[in-house]
């Protein structure tokens, strides 16, 4: 018997545990040539938290995230949008006993089912979006 969300699956379903680093609200640059600068973060897919709880949602490396275009071409503002986050600056551990950050947040403009709207991806992409997200992959010049 099927589950009932299995129809729409997204990506890769599995993800190791990173601790969130991004947060509502938080304003965020994107890597890629869309033509949206600035991005706020309006909301986490998937996330449970509720900020009734006093729960904020939060994102990490490879999270798809609801943003609002804040900053770029007059076509792209106020626009809300998806997008997948490939950078974040707080540290995390990864499988092999090595920890890795970077020196910004940046997320990557997508639709509903991933696939960037741009052609380009700016600076290195982290290894656990690119796996869970392999059309990101194919954009991206270095994986770290």
């Not at 545990?17 to 890629?32: E, G, K, R, T, W």
């Not at 792209?76 to 020196?103: H, L, N």
Request: glycine letters at 8%.
């Amino acid at each position: 018997m099927a589950k009932k969300g299995a129809a729409r699956q997204v990506g890769v379903p599995w993800k190791f545990h990173i601790p969130p680093a991004i947060f509502i609200n938080s304003l965020v640059p994107v890597a890629d040539n869309s033509g949206a600068k600035l991005v706020r973060i309006i909301g986490v897919c998937g996330c449970k938290a509720k900020t009734v709880h006093r729960r904020i949602p939060g994102a990490a490396v490879g999270d798809m995230v609801v943003v609002s275009v804040r900053e770029g071409k007059p076509e792209m503002r106020k626009q809300i949008m998806r997008a997948i986050v490939i950078r974040q600056r707080k540290p995390y551990r990864r499988q092999d006993g090595t920890w890795i950050m970077f020196e910004d947040n940046a997320v990557v403009i997508t639709d509903e089912m991933g696939n960037p709207k741009g052609t380009e991806i700016h600076g290195p992409v982290a290894m656990e979006a690119a796996l869970r997200w392999p059309s990101i992959a194919n954009l991206a010049t270095m994986i770290v």
